[in-house]
Each structure stands twice: as structure tokens, then as C-alpha cells.
């Protein structure tokens, strides 16, 4: 019995039309974030045949697998929520929209908005080869951070929580904006659903924080 199902989209494929086409949105979402979570089931599998062969040499690389297939589902789940249509999204976070803690945490964090979004919009189009711009909230410091993920899972630090994430791999823009990458990045700021970021942030922040237990 599968682990790992495909979530289903929170909208239609035409919901974020102009900035993201139809087509991408059932490409990305029914084809590759599909496969991502195949292959975290399929590679589950694997591992457990591994382990009852003894097969111990195996497991590196299938841990590996394991890491892509299974964060490249975390993102994606996260990024179909994070956005809703240009007439409801977008913008600024505002305390008058009822975001008022996610726009002070963001504020405190980097200074201003416009600072926020230059390095969110920098992490993601300047990822080399194919990757993610993701703000996290950091739970050892209580901070806001931007980090620029490799493939799905490198270059983070542990323990960060994911609350807003732009996929800059390929399949996510081609189609549409061809190589041109950062309008494509640009263009996304047009879709971010505030609230959802505003709902990850306070749930990021009302759990106890794992890393600071002491005996």
C-alpha cells in the first residue's frame, strides 16, 4: 500500500492564468509531482527488500533516492498551496489582510518587503541547474530565512521549516516563459497566497521547537 499519495490541486488547472498557463499546471502537477511521489513508494519498497537481503551496500543510494523523491514531494505540496489567483494573491503582506504577523516577522527579519523579495527572487533564479528559492522560518534563532535548495533537499540547514517556496526547476516556467527564467520569478510574485504563508508561519512558530529541548 502506497505511503505517499499526490494531493490534489486546491484550484483548476486555468486558476492562475495569466502568470502560470494551464498546460504547466497539469503537466507539473498529474506528471512530475506524480512521479516524485513514486518514486519515494517504489524507493521505499526498494529499501525494505534491501534490508531484509542484507543488502547493506545498497542503502546509500537508495537513501538517497529516498531524500530527492520524498522532498521533491514536501515542496510541491507546499507550492500548489502557496498560490491562488492573481485577483486574490499577490501584493504585499499586510496587517490589514489579517498577515499582520507574517509582514512584522518579515520585517524584522530583513529589514523591509522589497528586501524580502530581492533575495527570495535572487535565491530562486540564480539556483545553478535546477532548484528552489524558499523562505523558512529558522526555529533555533525564531528568524525568517532565505535559503537557494539544490535539486530538492541540498543547501538547507536542518530544522528549517519551509513556508513559502518558488520552483525554479524547468518543467515549472518552460513551456511558457522559455529560458527566461527570472520573469518567470518575477511573474510569481503576482500568485503568493498570503494567508497560506501567514498559516505556515504561525503553525512554524506555535510548535515546540525540538532542536532546543534540554535533558
Known amino acids: 500500500m502506497p505511503v505517499y499519495t499526490l494531493p490534489d490541486l486546491p484550484y483548476d488547472y486555468s486558476a492562475l492564468a495569466p502568470v502560470i498557463s494551464p498546460e504547466i499546471i497539469e503537466l507539473h502537477h ?3 509531482h ?10 521505499l519498497e526498494q529499501l525494505a527488500e534491501a534490508r531484509e537481503a542484507e543488502r547493506w551496500g545498497s542503502l546509500n543510494g ?3 533516492n529516498l531524500a530527492f523523491h520524498l522532498s521533491g514531494h514536501i515542496l510541491h505540496s507546499i507550492y500548489w498551496q502557496n498560490m491562488t489567483g492573481p485577483k486574490e494573491g499577490g501584493g504585499e503582506p499586510l496587517a490589514a489582510d489579517g498577515v499582520g504577523d507574517l509582514a512584522e516577522a518579515i520585517k524584522e527579519s530583513f529589514g523591509s518587503f522589497a528586501a524580502f523579495k530581492s533575495q527570495l527572487s535572487k535565491a530562486a533564479a540564480t539556483t545553478q541547474g535546477s532548484g528552489w528559492g524558499v523562505l523558512a522560518y ?3 534563532s525564531g528568524r525568517l530565512i532565505v535559503e537557494q535548495v539544490y535539486d530538492h533537499q541540498g543547501n538547507v540547514g536542518q530544522g528549517a521549516i519551509p513556508i513559502l517556496v518558488f520552483d525554479a526547476w524547468e518543467h515549472a516556467f518552460y513551456l511558457q516563459y522559455r529560458n527566461q527564467k527570472v520573469d518567470f520569478i518575477e511573474a510569481m510574485w503576482q500568485v503568493v ?3 497560506d504563508v501567514a498559516r505556515r508561519h504561525a503553525a512554524a512558530k506555535s510548535h515546540p521547537n525540538p532542536l532546543l529541548l534540554t535533558p
Not at 34 to 43: E, L
Open 30 to 32: 498529474d506528471k512530475h
Open 34 to 43: 506524480a512521479a516524485y511521489v513514486k518514486g519515494a513508494n517504489d524507493t
Open 62 to 64: 537508495l537513501e538517497k
Open 138 to 140: 529558522e526555529p533555533l
Open 193 to 195: 497566497n498570503w494567508q
